[in-house]
């Protein structure tokens, strides 16, 4: 018997999730282009230098020692014995952390952006449609997906879905900015903490007995351009890492809510496919431009977490072991649980679209078995469709060298940690 839900249009219609509306943050510059937030940067990389003006410490060319200072930190021989003195162009690890928080400000806004037009457009492009019926397990009931969709159409359910948690987002706002900002001070400020007990320890002289080392650290915090007595680089150092963690937490919450939308995805819709493949990627191009956006900023946050070990040591992770607690333990979810549910979605959007043009068929009183040339365009759609590459998490507009610098970069903070116990 021919099923009429394979015939019938289960084309949807969505809202899409919003962080700009629930966390109030680039709310204004919403439509703007994304490079415009290098202004931030600009005006970032300025407070470093006023700060480090004010104190009189930044620096002249002699104090120019990256490649001494990258062979201390792996322990190679270096010529020079390591002076404890650290103006603004000596201290790389500034640098790096600002080249991070100022592409973290910029890739934070494109990954916004991707994310609140993505499920419309996948919806207007048929690559998402309605289930049959809505799909119900412990899971689903468990994270209360059932009971939001309850009483729904199925071709209604995953657009009040939405509607539903970009409501109780922005109801909820306050509860997750407040606590954000909360958070972060303390964060700014046990990482501030932690440089003051034991900044550039990775760079100190070898051979020095504990005492001795102790009184070089103590000297090279004292003559640190935001350290010592330099009270007013001191507190900008820690607004400047205050907005910095605030950046890392955002992409974290709404990266936690993006993740939820994703497994009711699982529950409430059926991939498909653009068949006319408009944008080359049968209709999942939003999709992969948000999921690049996600792989840069994992690969954001572990150059910065790198940079920050190789200052601090990994004996002295404790002073930013929330940031790699959740670093820890949200990479692989925000890295791995999307392939993990969209692995076999190329598939299922075939076998869909083959059960469809098998449905058709008969209804269109063709015996598939039985009448060769009436089958013949039928056959010839279906051998097209099986011979689409359909990968919604594919990267293909950029490098398998960027690709692998993404992988690489995530893992950098792993693989340091690992270099610094055995070299110890």
């Given at each position: 018997?021919?099923?009429?839900?394979?015939?019938?249009?289960?084309?949807?219609?969505?809202?899409?999730?919003?962080?700009?509306?629930?966390?109030?943050?680039?709310?204004?510059?919403?439509?703007?282009?994304?490079?415009?937030?290098?202004?931030?940067?600009?005006?970032?990389?300025?407070?470093?230098?006023?700060?480090?003006?004010?104190?009189?410490?930044?620096?002249?060319?002699?104090?120019?020692?990256?490649?001494?200072?990258?062979?201390?930190?792996?322990?190679?021989?270096?010529?020079?014995?390591?002076?404890?003195?650290?103006?603004?162009?000596?201290?790389?690890?500034?640098?790096?952390?600002?080249g991070s928080v100022i592409a973290g400000t910029v890739l934070l806004h494109r990954h916004w952006?991707?994310?609140?037009?993505?499920?419309?457009?996948?919806?207007?492009?048929?690559?998402?449609?309605?289930?049959p019926a809505v799909r119900s397990t412990r899971v689903s009931r468990a994270l209360r997906i059932d009971a939001i969709v309850a009483g729904k159409d199925p071709q209604e359910a995953f657009g009040h879905f939405i509607a539903r948690v970009n409501q109780t987002l922005r109801e909820h706002r306050a509860h997750l900015v407040v606590p954000m900002g909360i958070l972060s001070l303390v964060l700014a400020v046990l990482l501030w903490l932690g440089m003051e007990n034991s900044l550039f320890q990775t760079v100190a002289p070898p051979g020095l007995s504990d005492y001795e080392r102790q009184v070089w650290l103590e000297t090279a915090y004292q003559h640190w351009w935001a350290g010592g007595k330099h009270h007013f680089a001191r507190l900008l150092y820690l607004l400047l890492a205050w907005y910095a963690i605030f950046v890392i937490l955002a992409f974290q919450v709404v990266g936690v809510c993006a993740i939820y939308v994703t497994i009711a995805m699982h529950y409430l819709v059926d991939p498909s496919a653009d068949w006319l493949n408009s944008d080359g990627r049968y209709g999942w191009a939003p999709l992969a431009r948000f999921y690049r956006t996600v792989m840069w900023a994992n690969a954001i946050l572990g150059t910065s977490l790198t940079t920050v070990l190789a200052s601090l040591g990994v004996t002295n992770v404790a002073w930013i072991g929330v940031l790699v607690a959740l670093y820890v333990l949200l990479m692989p979810v925000f890295t791995v649980a999307p392939w993990v549910l969209f692995r076999h979605a190329g598939r299922r959007a075939v076998d869909t679209r083959v059960a469809q043009i098998k449905a058709l068929a008969l209804a269109n009183g063709v015996r598939i078995a039985e009448d060769i040339e009436r089958m013949g365009p039928y056959l010839a759609e279906i051998d097209r469709c099986r011979t689409a590459d359909i990968r919604p998490l594919r990267m293909g507009t950029i490098s398998l060298f960027t690709q692998f610098t993404q992988f690489t970069l995530v893992f950098l903070p792993i693989v340091l940690a690992g270099a610094q116990i055995w070299l110890q």
């Amino acid at each position: 018997m021919t099923d009429q839900r394979q015939v019938a249009d289960r084309r949807i219609s969505t809202g899409d999730l919003d962080p700009f509306a629930f966390t109030g943050i680039y709310r204004w510059f919403k439509d703007w282009h994304s490079a415009w937030l290098l202004l931030v940067g600009v005006g970032y990389i300025g407070a470093v230098l006023v700060g480090a003006a004010s104190a009189g410490a930044i620096g002249t060319v002699e104090d120019f020692q990256v490649v001494d200072d990258v062979k201390r930190i792996l322990q190679l021989p270096v010529t020079e014995v390591s002076q404890p003195s650290f103006p603004l162009i000596r201290d790389v690890t500034t640098w790096l952390l600002c080249g991070s928080v100022i592409a973290g400000t910029v890739l934070l806004h494109r990954h916004w952006s991707y994310l609140s037009t993505c499920l419309s457009k996948l919806a207007e492009n048929g690559a998402i449609i309605a289930k049959p019926a809505v799909r119900s397990t412990r899971v689903s009931r468990a994270l209360r997906i059932d009971a939001i969709v309850a009483g729904k159409d199925p071709q209604e359910a995953f657009g009040h879905f939405i509607a539903r948690v970009n409501q109780t987002l922005r109801e909820h706002r306050a509860h997750l900015v407040v606590p954000m900002g909360i958070l972060s001070l303390v964060l700014a400020v046990l990482l501030w903490l932690g440089m003051e007990n034991s900044l550039f320890q990775t760079v100190a002289p070898p051979g020095l007995s504990d005492y001795e080392r102790q009184v070089w650290l103590e000297t090279a915090y004292q003559h640190w351009w935001a350290g010592g007595k330099h009270h007013f680089a001191r507190l900008l150092y820690l607004l400047l890492a205050w907005y910095a963690i605030f950046v890392i937490l955002a992409f974290q919450v709404v990266g936690v809510c993006a993740i939820y939308v994703t497994i009711a995805m699982h529950y409430l819709v059926d991939p498909s496919a653009d068949w006319l493949n408009s944008d080359g990627r049968y209709g999942w191009a939003p999709l992969a431009r948000f999921y690049r956006t996600v792989m840069w900023a994992n690969a954001i946050l572990g150059t910065s977490l790198t940079t920050v070990l190789a200052s601090l040591g990994v004996t002295n992770v404790a002073w930013i072991g929330v940031l790699v607690a959740l670093y820890v333990l949200l990479m692989p979810v925000f890295t791995v649980a999307p392939w993990v549910l969209f692995r076999h979605a190329g598939r299922r959007a075939v076998d869909t679209r083959v059960a469809q043009i098998k449905a058709l068929a008969l209804a269109n009183g063709v015996r598939i078995a039985e009448d060769i040339e009436r089958m013949g365009p039928y056959l010839a759609e279906i051998d097209r469709c099986r011979t689409a590459d359909i990968r919604p998490l594919r990267m293909g507009t950029i490098s398998l060298f960027t690709q692998f610098t993404q992988f690489t970069l995530v893992f950098l903070p792993i693989v340091l940690a690992g270099a610094q116990i055995w070299l110890q």
